[in-house]
């Protein structure tokens, strides 16, 4: 079952190792709106890696100026997870996503 949305923290080396979790799910990468909430401009997943090691490494490749906090869904299979992630890909139409369907 994927968990409620948790977020939005600073994407950092240090926010990252402090909130995101050693576990599976799904994680957003973006920026903080004018009305407080994260405009998701990435969506991934970690089904074989934590969400903490998978955000720690596109961290470090520095692939995205503009992306300035993340969040992230949990969950417990790697189907569900996989699944979950094309159907927000579709729902957010994200900026670094590749385009689904």
């Known amino acids: 079952m994927i968990s409620q949305y948790q977020g939005s923290w600073a994407y950092n080396q ?3 190792s402090t909130n995101a979790p050693d576990v599976k799910g799904v994680y957003y990468c ?3 709106s004018p009305r407080n909430t994260l405009v998701t401009l990435y969506v991934g997943k ?5 969400i ?3 955000l720690l490494n596109h961290l470090n490749q520095d692939n995205w100026t ?3 906090h993340f969040g992230f869904k949990t969950g417990e299979t790697n189907q569900e997870i996989s699944s979950f992630e094309q159907q ?3 729902r957010l139409n994200p ?3 590749q385009k689904v369907g």
Do not use: L, P, Q
Not at 46 to 50: F, L, N, R
């Open 30 to 32: 973006g920026y903080i």
């Open 66 to 68: 503009d992306v300035t």
């Open 52 to 54: 903490k090691n998978r």
């Open 46 to 50: 970690s089904e074989e890696d934590s």
């Open 14 to 16: 240090a926010s990252i």
């Open 88 to 90: 927000e890909i579709v």
């Open 95 to 97: 900026k670094y996503n």
